[in-house]
């Protein structure tokens, strides 16, 4: 497999819980490298942006809030095909489907405060990424 960088989001119920440690830690041992990360508070503006593939469905609004709830830490990972290897990590998007060992598994509150949000393609991953990183900001 390719080197790949794939973006990754620990959301405000995760950073809560002061789980950020743990979360990377899953990330790091499952060898994916975090080469660039910062903490925000993300504005109204941009979780409707960052989410505005989900603006047609009933429960957008709902993110929106949810996302601007309280601090997250975006970040970008890079690995063997990091988007897959991430997607793994993370565990299914609601946490009673997810496997055991998996972030949302252990540590999701509910399928919306589900800890983590994860790029689902290199895509994506690359539109992601610019949207809350400069290239700059990207040491690998």
Do not use: C, W
């Not at 990091?82 to 509910?110: C, H, W, Y």
Request: glycine share 8%; hydrophobic share 45%.
């Amino acid at each position: 497999m390719a080197i790949e960088r794939t973006f990754s989001i620990i959301k405000p119920d995760a950073t809560k819980r002061n789980l950020t440690g743990a979360i990377n830690d899953r990330f790091e041992k499952a060898g994916l490298r975090i080469v660039a990360q910062k903490r925000i508070q993300m504005t109204e503006a941009q979780a409707k942006k960052f989410y505005e593939v989900h603006a047609a469905r009933p429960f957008y609004g709902e993110l929106v809030s949810f996302m601007i709830s309280g601090p997250v830490v975006v970040q970008v990972l890079e690995g063997e095909g990091a988007v897959l290897k991430n997607r793994e990590i993370m565990g299914a998007t609601n946490p009673a489907d997810a496997a055991d060992g998996t972030i949302r598994k252990d540590f999701a509150e509910s399928i919306e405060a589900n800890s983590v949000h994860g790029s689902d393609s290199l895509e994506n991953a690359a539109i992601e990424i610019a949207y809350f990183f400069a290239g700059s900001e990207i040491v690998g």
